[in-house]
């Protein structure tokens, strides 16, 4: 199924970019982002210490999709804070399991995703590409879930799909700090900590569009994304899955892949781009 959103008008399906889709004014996901926004922001900035960069790259308006490495819970909470702009993620399809979740996640903006892959994930897409036709942000974690080790994890191709099949700009958007605040299994967040968000320079898809539907020309635009979070984060990139079970070298996902990078088997995302180019 395609997300190209000419596809979609030429077929009466949806309207084009930046118009409201059938029954807009009933927003599915977010309706209750202002309060969550109008409460986040001042509470985050009085409990934290956050540090803010490269504002200056979100566009001010129309469409576009804010790739963040994923280290916390914490990461949307603090994104929805400091973005100046409506923020819409995907989050995994788990949080509905929870009745302390199923409510208001969907409802601040979070678009569950069957992380098993399939029509299920080819669903979420389809609710992200509603998204940007809106002229709004969507945020997604290209490493598909939270590192548990500090490493950045090779980038799921979702991210590039999206950017192929709508036009939208992708603005990397680094993450430090959150891990330590709140790592992963931490049932509280630490009070009165660090932490930083910068946001990279906007990546133009145009330059793959003529090959938008060939595999390779995503994973090029999802490395492009990891080489740019690696770069603004500090992170060592691991050319695996993040939560991948152990291959035929005996690496992970887990603990076991920090010491693998660590004896010098992180992979560079930016060879493949050399390459391309």
């Not at 009745?99 to 903006?109: E, M, Q």
């Amino acid at each position: 199924m395609s997300l190209d959103p000419s596809a979609h008008a030429a077929a009466g399906s949806s309207p084009p970019r930046g118009e409201p889709s059938p029954g807009g004014a009933e927003r599915r996901y977010g309706r209750l982002y202002p309060v969550a926004k109008a409460i986040l922001r001042p509470s985050t900035r009085l409990l934290w210490r956050i540090k803010v960069d490269g504002l200056e790259n979100i566009p001010t308006s129309g469409p576009a999709i804010i790739s963040a490495n994923h280290i916390s819970f914490l990461d949307s909470v603090f994104l929805i804070a400091v973005l100046p702009r409506r923020i819409t993620f995907v989050g995994k399809a788990e949080y509905l399991d929870s009745w302390k979740t199923r409510y208001v996640f969907p409802n601040v903006g979070m678009i569950p995703i069957d992380r098993s892959g399939g029509s299920a994930s080819q669903s979420a897409l389809e609710a992200a590409a509603e998204v940007l036709r809106r002229d709004e942000l969507f945020g997604i974690y290209p490493e598909g879930t939270r590192s548990r080790t500090g490493l950045l994890y090779k980038g799921r191709t979702g991210v590039a799909r999206l950017a192929l099949d709508t036009g939208a700009p992708i603005i990397p958007a680094g993450i430090v700090g959150t891990d330590r605040i709140q790592p992963p299994d931490a049932r509280l967040p630490k009070l009165f900590q660090r932490c930083s968000l910068t946001f990279g320079k906007p990546i133009d898809p145009v330059r793959y569009l003529d090959r938008r539907h060939d595999p390779r020309a995503a994973r090029l635009l999802t490395d492009e994304v990891m080489f740019e979070l690696r770069e603004l984060t500090g992170q060592q990139y691991v050319d695996e899955y993040a939560g991948k079970p152990a291959g035929n070298d005996g690496r992970s996902g887990g603990s076991d892949a920090g010491a693998g990078a660590a004896g010098g088997h992180a992979a560079q995302p930016e060879a493949e781009l050399t390459r391309a180019r």
